[in-house]
């Protein structure tokens, strides 16, 4: 299986972007599903979460009400909806499953990540 991101590029502050993540190869449904991003530098943070069980979502801080999570099961692809964004954001993103439908425990399949750039 794969999951593959895609939608990063170069926005100025304040911008908006969409990132996409879609899987192919393994059974979606039954997962929840996280976007992380690691700047340069710095550890790797979570950014948001989409359950599976009932859709519940969950945000950093850093992102709430600025960033939303949504998935369209029948096309097996999670959106990251990033307005308002700041230089802070800028960073790769990536998207994983976790080991359950719950926005719980281990992540434990990635993609390769996509690239956000916000210049000031």
């Known amino acids: 299986g794969r999951l593959v991101e895609s939608g990063g590029g170069l926005v100025q502050a304040g911008g908006s972007l969409r990132l996409s993540c879609t899987a192919s190869?393994?059974?979606?449904?039954?997962?929840?599903i996280g976007w992380f991003r690691q700047a340069p530098g710095k550890e790797r943070e979570g950014v948001s979460c989409?359950?599976?069980?009932?859709?519940?979502?969950y945000y950093a801080d850093s992102v709430k009400g600025r960033f939303v999570i949504s998935r369209d099961n029948a096309k097996k692809t999670m959106y990251l909806k990033m307005n308002s964004l700041k230089p802070e954001d800028t960073a790769v993103y990536f998207c994983?499953?976790?080991?359950?439908?719950?926005?719980?425990?281990?992540?434990?399949?990635w993609g390769q990540g996509t690239q956000v750039t916000v210049s000031s």
């Open positions: 190869g393994f059974t979606w449904d039954y997962f929840a």
């Open positions: 994983a499953t976790n080991q359950y439908s719950e926005c719980k425990g281990e992540y434990d399949f």
């Open positions: 989409i359950a599976s069980s009932d859709g519940s979502t």
